[in-house]
T-cell receptor
Framework: QKEVEQNSGPLSVPEGAIASLNCTYS??????FFWYRQYSGKSPELIMS????GDKEDGRFTAQLNKASQYVSLLIRDSQPSDSATYLC?????????FGKGNQVVVIP | NAGVTQTPKFRILKIGQSMTLQCTQDMNHNYMYWYRQDPGMGLKLIYYSVGAGITDKGEVPNGYNVSRSTTEDFPLRLELAAPSQTSVYFC???????????????FGDGTRLSIL
């Protein structure tokens, strides 16, 4: 089992809709979880961090963490064309981050 | 505030050549990391450092070396370049304290390296 899995293929959403991304992780002892956005040809930039079970909202973004089920998700409300990017889930453990391979989101105007 | 600075931004190497990718950060972060990202893939950790004088291997260390003589600098060395090392290389840094929460990583702009 990979440390961090993001299995969904490219996600196409109409402008204004909700984009939902999921991520599962294998290390039950992980305590820190992050979502990064990466535009094509650019470096990853942090958009959300979450450390405890439940929801965390920041603007149009909501991160959800369920440690018992070992998954973390990201919701993007009122999706905009500028949200078109690859979203990387990252989980912290043993001094380093493990990254999923990312989910591409395409927002269709 | 410069953050994490990587040089060069682009480089083409011939097989067997060597080079050093430079990374420096001005945020006084204790942790630094080197990743590679192949097309359509996530980030794979090459090496990391938890402080000056301390380095450790990540997932894909073969063919690379690092050093951490200062808090600010974390260069990555390729000794004998191979086509399989063609990739985009990202340096990142973060601050972690004993017993404290783990702060997120900040990334440099990347170095695009081609081995021909």
């Amino acid at each position: 089992q990979k440390e961090v899995e993001q299995n969904s293929g490219p996600l196409s959403v109409p402008e204004g809709a909700i984009a939902s991304l999921n991520c599962t992780y294998s290390d039950r002892g992980s305590q820190s979880f992050f979502w990064y956005r990466q535009y094509s040809g650019k470096s990853p930039e942090l958009i959300m961090s979450i450390y405890s079970n439940g929801d965390k909202e920041d603007g149009r973004f909501t991160a959800q963490l369920n440690k018992a089920s070992q998954y973390v998700s990201l919701l993007i409300r009122d999706s905009q064309p500028s949200d078109s990017a690859t979203y990387l889930c990252a989980v912290k453990g043993n001094n380093r981050l493990a990254f999923g391979k990312g989910n591409q989101v395409v927002v269709i105007p | 505030n410069a953050g994490v600075t990587q040089t060069p931004k682009f480089r083409i190497l011939k097989i067997g050549q060597s080079m050093t990718l430079q990374c420096t950060q001005d945020m006084n972060h204790n942790y630094m990391y080197w990743y590679r990202q192949d097309p359509g893939m996530g980030l794979k950790l090459i090496y990391y450092s938890v402080g000056a004088g301390i380095t450790d291997k990540g997932e894909v260390p073969n063919g690379y070396n690092v050093s951490r003589s200062t808090t600010e600098d974390f260069p990555l060395r390729l000794e004998l370049a191979a086509p399989s090392q063609t990739s985009v290389y990202f340096c990142a840094s973060s601050y972690s304290s004993q017993g404290g929460s783990n702060q997120p990583q900040h990334f440099g702009d990347g170095t695009r390296l081609s081995i021909l």
